[in-house]
C-alpha cells in the first residue's frame, strides 16, 4: 500500500468516528428522570439582617475621631505646657454625645491622673467645648467640637495621654509627647 492509500484510509477513519461520536452526543436522550434537559441555575445568596443591635445612644470607639493635633499653649515655656487643646468629631452614622456628661482623663509623668468634666472655663478640673466661639453641650454627626482645658506645667519631652470618655460607649485613646523645645503653640507629636 502507498504512503498517500493510507493516509486516506487512516483520515477516512478518523473523520468517520469523529461524525459518529458528534451524531451519537446529540442523539442522546437528556438525562432528567422525565426525558427533559435539567436546568442548572445560579447559586443562591442568603443575605440576613445582623442580630446584634446598633446603639441608640452614646458612641462606639470607632465612632468619636480625633479630627486636628493636639495642640499645647504654654504662657512660660521654660515651665512647660498649661493649656491643652483639640478637636474631636462623630462618624456620619454614630448617635449624638452628650458632652455634659462626657469625661476627659489626662495624665502625665510623676502625676496621678487627672480626671476632668465639662465645664464653661478653662480649669485644671473642667473643659470646655466650643464651635467656634460658641459654647456647645452635645456633639452630633457633621459636627467639630474644640476641646480645651488646662494643664500643670507640663515640661519639654514629656509623654501625656488624654482620654475622652463618652457617657456610653468606648473611650478615644490619645497619646502625645511634648516637644523638647517649648514656643508659645506647641503641636504634641
Not at 73 to 100: E, H
Not at 152 to 181: D, F, H, N, W, Y
Amino acid at each position: 500500500m502507498s504512503p498517500s492509500r493510507l493516509f486516506i484510509k487512516t483520515f477516512s477513519v478518523s473523520l468517520a468516528l469523529v461524525v459518529l461520536v458528534l451524531i451519537s452526543g446529540c442523539t442522546t436522550a437528556p438525562s432528567g428522570s422525565d426525558g427533559t434537559i435539567p436546568v442548572t441555575s445560579q447559586p443562591l445568596t442568603t443575605v440576613s439582617q445582623s442580630t446584634v443591635p446598633s446603639p441608640t445612644s452614646g458612641a462606639t470607639g470607632a465612632d468619636i475621631q480625633l479630627r486636628s493635633n493636639i495642640y499645647g499653649y504654654s504662657s512660660n515655656p521654660q515651665v512647660g505646657i498649661d493649656t491643652i487643646y483639640f478637636s474631636i468629631g462623630l462618624t456620619s452614622q454614630a448617635p449624638s454625645v452628650d458632652l455634659t456628661r462626657t469625661e476627659v482623663v489626662f495624665s502625665a509623668p510623676g502625676a496621678a491622673p487627672i480626671v476632668l468634666t465639662h465645664g464653661t472655663k478653662d480649669s485644671t478640673t473642667t473643659f470646655r467645648t466650643t464651635q467656634g466661639n460658641n459654647a456647645v453641650t452635645s456633639l452630633s454627626p457633621r459636627d467639630e467640637v474644640e476641646i480645651r482645658f488646662r494643664v500643670t506645667g507640663v515640661p519639654a519631652g514629656s509623654k501625656v495621654q488624654i482620654e475622652v470618655k463618652p457617657p456610653a460607649g468606648a473611650v478615644l485613646p490619645i497619646s502625645r509627647t511634648v516637644p523638647a523645645t517649648l514656643s508659645a503653640v506647641n503641636i504634641l507629636n
